[in-house]
Structures are given as structure tokens and as C-alpha cells.
């Protein structure tokens, strides 16, 4: 079997790479750069690297060739000031995406898996235990361009399931596994330097669930495996990958906390004043290019409770 993995330079697409060769899977990786993971280690006998953009058609063509399968990891803007080019945001996450769908159409890929977010259906207002069919949000409610983009990009690819090209969708959140760059080498660098020191909830406390790396990689492969059906599942259908049972948003780091012999945060910040700081920081860098420490969909994940069904997954 030979697939394509875009945004295979990441540590997620690396993390899947990895699982799908042990399957005897040849994998085909596109991306931009590719990054040293030094907690991963491909079979290059079982892997190309092809450098270059989502949004080159003849690239797309030539990652895609003989594939049988696309898992989609590519995205654009979910933080710093590239949350804020709200071009490249829709132009990356939404044209990109389509482009990709028509190149898979045309090349003969039969399977297309497309890593989405639960921000498509979180805004600013509580979710508890979310099921799959929640319905969007208005583009007016969505607190950042990405949201809005995966949104368009879910539903379009939802929209081109067909007998010929069967497609799914799995929204996932805060994605964390040893190494990963985003959420735990952060969390674990501003716990080491006793930076985290405080919280904020916009109740007593905020629940959510985040996505272990080796759950979201175990869901990819077996989605895959179900498209490849004649009659599949899951085909047109979108699903939360998050872990199974609900987590305080700040307390889930605990463990690394511990084992840092740092102390839990002790000092309790109204949300409210958080969430203006967060549109503080928004204002800055898009009047005066100052990379923001927070943006308002980051504050809202960590300080507002959202919680998904896992039951069709």
C-alpha cells in the first residue's frame, strides 16, 4: 500500500508515517521543511520526502502518484501572527484543501482523511460531551480566521465523499505525545522555568479532552482501513479523536508538573481578564506585527469547558 501524507514534515505526520510503515505501508510525505524529530525514526526504504507547497498542483500530483490513500495534516494559522493573515488562512486551509481533493479525484486516490478541529464547533460558548453531528457554528461566532477556514475545509470534504473517493473527517484537540513541539515541549518548558503558576476558567473549572498522538494516529489508520471497504462506516462522516475521559484543562498537566518538582499553580485569574488580554495581544500584532502570547480561541479552549462524544469513534 502507498499513501500520501500532506503536512507529513510535522510531528504528527511523522508520528502517522511511522505507524503506517510498521504496517508495511509506503509512505509519501509533503511538506514545506521537515524538521528533525529525534523521538521518530522512518525506514527510509519506506519513504519519499517531496518539498514544496499544498497549494502546487504539479507537486500535489507528483506526492499523490500510485496512492491509494491522502491523510490531509496540513493547516495554516492557528497561532502567532500567522493567525492573522486571513489570506493565506483561507487561500492554505480551504483552497488547499480543495485543490487537493480534485488532484486526488483525477490521480485515482480512493481514500481521503482529513485531520479537522474541534474548533468547527467550538466558539466561546460551553460544549458538554458535543456530539458529531453538533451543528456549525455562523462564520460570525468563530473567534479566529482557522476555525473558520477548517470549517469550510471539513464540509467540503464531507461534501465530495463518493464511491470513487471516500472521505472522512477527525477533529482533534491540543494533540500531545513526548516530543511534540506545540502543546508539550511548551507546556513542559514554561512549567521547567516555573512559569506556570497560574489559572483561569470562566466557572469553577474547565473540562475538556485532549488527543493523545497515539490514539489520533490508531484512529487514522483504522478509518483508513474502513474506506477501504465497499460499504464504509464512516464514509462522509466527521469524528471527535480525543481521549476518552474529561481532564481539568490546566490540572492534565499535573504529572509533568510533578516530575518537574515544580509546584501546581496556586494563583487564580478572572477569565475576563485573561480574554481581554488575549484581545490585547490580537490588536497588537495586527496593528503592529507584535507576535501575541495568547489569542481569544486559545483562552477559550483552556478557560471554557468543551467536552466531545466519542461514540461513533
Not at 61 to 90: R, V
Amino acid at each position: 500500500m502507498r499513501v500520501c501524507i500532506v503536512g507529513g514534515g510535522g510531528y504528527l505526520g511523522c508520528q502517522l508515517a511511522s505507524r503506517l510503515q510498521s504496517q508495511g505501508a509506503y509512505t509519501v510525505l509533503l511538506d514545506i521543511v521537515f524538521p528533525v524529530h529525534p523521538n521518530i525514526v522512518l525506514d527510509e526504504k519506506l519513504t519519499t520526502r517531496i518539498q514544496g507547497s499544498l497549494l502546487n498542483e504539479k507537486i500535489v500530483e507528483e506526492a499523490l502518484n500510485a496512492c491509494e490513500s491522502c491523510f490531509h495534516l496540513a493547516a495554516y494559522g492557528m497561532s502567532g501572527l500567522q493567525a492573522f493573515n486571513h489570506k493565506l488562512i483561507h487561500e492554505i486551509n480551504v483552497n488547499g484543501t480543495l485543490l487537493l481533493l480534485d488532484c486526488c479525484r483525477r490521480m485515482g486516490v480512493s481514500r481521503f482523511i482529513f485531520a479537522s478541529s474541534v474548533g468547527v464547533v467550538f466558539t466561546s460558548k460551553e460544549l458538554i460531551n458535543a456530539a458529531e453531528d453538533h451543528s456549525y457554528p455562523n462564520d460570525c461566532e468563530y473567534v479566529s480566521d482557522y476555525c473558520a477556514s477548517k470549517a469550510r475545509a471539513e464540509r467540503a470534504v464531507l461534501a465530495a465523499d463518493c464511491p470513487s473517493l471516500h472521505t472522512c473527517a477527525l477533529r482533534l484537540r491540543g494533540v500531545y505525545g513526548p516530543g511534540e513541539p506545540r502543546s508539550t515541549d511548551r507546556a513542559a518548558e514554561i512549567i521547567y522555568r516555573g512559569l506556570y503558576i497560574a489559572t483561569f476558567s470562566q466557572n469553577s473549572s474547565a473540562m475538556t479532552q485532549y488527543s493523545g498522538v497515539h490514539n489520533v494516529t490508531h484512529a487514522m489508520c483504522q478509518a483508513d482501513k474502513e474506506l477501504a471497504k465497499n460499504e464504509p462506516r464512516c464514509a462522509g462522516k466527521p469524528y471527535y479523536v480525543v481521549d476518552a475521559n474529561p481532564v481539568d484543562s490546566f490540572l492534565f498537566w499535573l504529572p509533568l508538573i510533578k516530575g518537574l518538582s515544580r509546584p501546581a499553580p496556586s494563583i487564580r485569574i478572572p477569565f475576563s481578564l485573561v480574554y481581554f488580554a488575549a484581545l490585547l495581544c490580537e490588536w497588537l500584532a495586527v496593528w503592529f506585527s507584535i507576535p501575541p502570547v495568547l489569542n481569544r480561541l486559545e483562552v477559550n479552549l483552556l478557560g471554557i469547558t468543551n467536552t466531545y462524544s466519542i461514540e461513533g469513534c
